[in-house]
C-alpha cells in the first residue's frame, strides 16, 4: 500500500498556491503604483511635466479629496491636455459619467478624474457626486491654471500644499 505524501488533505498545496498568487498580485500592484504615482505627495520628477495644477484642499475640499483618492488608486498625476475639439471631450465626458447616468439633484455634480479635456479621461476615469459650487470652482481654477498651455501639454495635478504655494 502506498503511503500519503504528508500534506494531503491539508491544504498545504493550496495555500501555497494562494500565496504564490498573493504575491505575484502584490508585485503587480507595486508595478502599477510605480508606473502612476505611487507616492501622491512626492513631485514627479523635474522634465516630466510642463505645469503645475493646484487644486487647493481649503477651497475645494471635495474635488481635492476625489483627485488624491483617485490618484492614489492608480489613475496618473501627469495628464495631457487634448482640450481642443470639443465634440471629443463631450464624449468623454460622457463615457466617464456613464457608470452614474441618473441626473443628480440641483446642488450636485459629477466629478470626474483624469479630465475629459484630457488624453487619459473617458472610460474608466474615477467618477463621484460631489457639491457643484466645489466642482465649479475647482473646474474654473484648472481653466486659468492652463490658460496659455498649448494642446499636448502636459500638466501634474497636485493637490498638496507646496513651499511658495499662496496662503
Known amino acids: 500500500m502506498a503511503k500519503k505524501p504528508s500534506n494531503a488533505g491539508s491544504g498545504a498545496t493550496s495555500r501555497r498556491l494562494t500565496k504564490a498568487v498573493i504575491d505575484k498580485l502584490r508585485i503587480a500592484r507595486k508595478r502599477n503604483r510605480g508606473a502612476h504615482g505611487g507616492n501622491v505627495r512626492k513631485p514627479p520628477p523635474p522634465g516630466t511635466y510642463d ?13 481635492a479629496a476625489h483627485i488624491r483618492r483617485a490618484q492614489q488608486k492608480g489613475h496618473p498625476r501627469i495628464l495631457t491636455k487634448d482640450s481642443g475639439n470639443k465634440r471629443t471631450v463631450k464624449q468623454r465626458r460622457r463615457d466617464a459619467t456613464r457608470p452614474l447616468n441618473e441626473q443628480p439633484r440641483n446642488t450636485w455634480d459629477r466629478d470626474e478624474y483624469p479630465f475629459a479635456s484630457t488624453k487619459e479621461g473617458g472610460p474608466g476615469s474615477s467618477v463621484q457626486y460631489v457639491w457643484w459650487k466645489d466642482n465649479q470652482g475647482a473646474g474654473n481654477e484648472i481653466r486659468k491654471q492652463w490658460a496659455g498651455l498649448p494642446q499636448g501639454g502636459r500638466v501634474w495635478v497636485d493637490t498638496y500644499r507646496r513651499p511658495g504655494d499662496p496662503p
Open 51 to 63: 505645469r503645475r495644477i493646484f487644486i487647493d484642499p481649503k477651497k475645494f475640499p471635495q474635488t
